[in-house]
């Protein structure tokens, strides 16, 4: 029996552990916002582009974790950062107005990106580079378990049995807050492998990763705002509707994140994340044409399908970054992920009144960018060669 609990106590197990709690509360929150805001607050698309920028400042503020380390190990801030997002959930239902909307969101997301960042910290800092991109794709597996979990039992809680959206919302919470307590009793405490740096890292070299997470987080923003919200508002879904295009997302994730992530190792970032961006340029023009129901969905579901490519932007940076940065650097790349997610979100609700097609070229016009910077990560990228000078010379002929 000791044998086993020695055997079981160990960091990767925690990290998955942690990857599988955060989305039986979060995914809750996040598949009935559009229907519940617009069915108890009456929102509009200005409204929800507001709340999602609200939601975007703690993580545009992710880089201050680091001073909060000066205080509290990593490993105890990830778990509070875990029951801070699960009561934020758990208080959602319970203010349905805007300003309740406003004020619950922002809560659960000081918790939500604070356990983000370190997450991401403690992965690379724990799991050795030759099985982090397999490793990441686990991680997605265990998350997309959850998520199924919580998506179906959505379904049987709201559509089949009636509960209200307070009662889900204060249910999937406080499960949440229940295990956050048990895995804070149940894992002992990992001692850092390099000791991190407790002040704000930028530099220069890292610049190319600065780059790509940037246009990463608009890219999301058109998916989470936008590409749902078009569902909703446009084709009329409804939870359950909703629900079951989440369903198949995360179906997907668990069937296949761990062999995307083993297959990213074997084929390489730049290769994995030039597929990603030219899917995307097709997929948000196409959004911006669409007018059936179904070829949305489908469009929706695909679009999903690509995330998990984004491993390779995480993994580039573990080959390239000094060990003593990642925790600081992870702080500080949530929060240039997060520069265009609180602007975004707000300007192009404004666009979405005028005219929603327009917001999903914009998108495709992001992920060009991206594309063209995935072209400068070199074949084997590692500290000291960050990126492909030769192409950089073949995009920009006068440099030198």
């Known amino acids: 029996m000791m044998k086993f609990i020695k055997r079981f106590n160990q960091p990767e197990h925690l990290l998955l552990a942690m990857a599988f709690t955060m ?17 108890k607050a009456s929102f509009t698309g200005i ?49 349905p107005t805007i300003t309740g909307l406003y004020l619950t969101t922002i809560f659960m997301s000081v918790g939500f990106h604070y356990y983000e960042t370190l997450s991401q910290s403690l992965t690379l800092q724990w799991i050795d580079k030759d099985k982090a991109a397999h490793f ?32 889900t919302y204060a249910l999937f919470g406080g499960i949440g807050l229940l295990l956050t307590l048990l895995l804070t009793l149940s894992f002992k ?57 989440f369903l198949i997302n995360y179906l ?39 007018e059936n129901a179904n070829m949305a969905a489908a469009l929706y579901v695909i679009d ?19 060990p003593e940065d990642i925790a600081a650097s992870a702080g500080v790349s949530f929060s240039i992920n997060h520069i265009a997610a609180v602007v975004i979100p707000a300007l192009l609700g404004l666009l979405w ?17 991206s594309l063209v910077l995935a072209l400068l990560i070199p074949d084997n990228p590692e500290a000291g060669q960050e990126t492909n000078l030769s192409m950089i010379r073949f995009l920009i002929p006068n440099t030198k």
Not at 64 to 91: D, H, P, W
Not at 304 to 322: N, R
């Open 304 to 322: 999903h399908l690509f995330f998990a490519l984004a491993i390779a932007i995480k993994t580039y940076f573990q080959k390239i970054v000094q």
């Open 23 to 39: 989305p039986l509360a979060f995914s809750v929150w996040m598949v009935l916002l559009n229907n519940f805001v617009v069915e």
């Open 252 to 290: 997907f994730n668990w069937l296949f994140a761990a062999k995307i992530g083993k297959l990213i190792g074997k084929i390489g970032e730049r290769a994995t994340l030039r597929f990603e961006y030219i899917g995307l340029i097709v997929i948000f023009i196409s959004y911006g044409f669409v």
């Open 136 to 167: 990441m794709g686990r991680m997605l597996s265990v998350k997309a378990a959850a998520s199924l979990l919580a998506f179906s039992s959505i379904w049987l809680l709201m559509e089949q049995a009636n509960w209200n959206y307070q009662a």
């Open 189 to 245: 405490h990992f001692p850092e492998q390099t000791p991190q740096t407790k002040k704000l890292v930028l530099r220069k070299r890292y610049w190319l990763f600065y780059a790509l997470t940037f246009f990463s987080g608009a890219r999301r923003q058109i998916f989470v705002v936008f590409a749902g919200f078009l569902m909703v508002e446009k084709f009329h879904y409804s939870v359950a509707d909703i629900s079951a295009l």
């Open 47 to 95: 409204e929800i582009g507001i709340l999602q920028s609200l939601r975007e400042i703690p993580g545009f503020l992710a880089f201050t974790v680091i001073y909060a380390l000066v205080f509290i190990k990593e490993q105890r801030l990830a778990l509070i950062s875990l029951a801070v997002t699960s009561l934020g959930v758990l208080l959602t239902g319970f203010f």
């Open 353 to 369: 009144i005028v005219q929603p097609a327009w917001v999903f070229y914009i998108g495709a016009g992001f992920a060009a960018c």
